[in-house]
Structures are given as C-alpha cells and as structure tokens.
C-alpha cells in the first residue's frame, strides 16, 4: 500500500511554475505542525500533527478513520 504524508495542498499559476529551480524556496501557507494528512493509495486514513523525535520528525495521530483499519469495513 502506498502511505502518503501530505503537509499543504495548493493552486499556483504556471508563471509561479515556471519559475522553480533548484535552491528555490517554497512558502508554506499555513502553519504546517497542524492538520498533517495521512492518506493510504489516495485515500484520507488519519489527521494528525508533526511533532519532533529526537533527530526525526514524526506524525502524532489524532484522528484516525476506522474504514482504514483491519476490521473496519474498508
């Protein structure tokens, strides 16, 4: 299965685009320690935050939808 940890999602413009090149810099839009989605094959499986563990960071799960889960339906 393939696990993703998506931090932000947006919309930017082909000029913006265009413009990206190694050592360029992307502004986040939010504060993304909060509301980190973890998605399984596409599909939304948990919210949580990042959180720091020792010399790694981490996702803190808050919530986690139980159709995901063995015996959970989905």
Not at 5 to 21: D, G, P, T, W
Not at 29 to 35: G, L, P, W, Y
């Given at each position: 299965?393939?696990l993703?940890i998506?931090?932000q999602?947006?919309?930017?413009?082909?000029?913006?685009?265009?413009?990206?090149?190694?050592?360029?810099?992307?502004?986040?839009?939010?504060?993304i320690?909060?509301?980190?989605e973890?998605?399984?094959?596409?599909?939304?499986l948990a919210?949580?935050?990042l959180?720091?563990?020792?010399?790694?960071?981490?996702?803190?799960?808050?919530?986690?939808?139980?159709?995901?889960?063995?015996?959970?339906?989905?």
């Amino acid at each position: 299965m393939h696990l993703e940890i998506l931090l932000q999602e947006q919309l930017i413009s082909r000029r913006r685009l265009a413009a990206f090149a190694p050592g360029k810099i992307l502004p986040l839009t939010q504060q993304i320690t909060h509301c980190v989605e973890v998605r399984v094959n596409g599909q939304l499986l948990a919210l949580g935050e990042l959180v720091q563990l020792e010399d790694r960071l981490g996702v803190e799960l808050h919530e986690v939808y139980q159709a995901w889960l063995p015996g959970g339906g989905g």
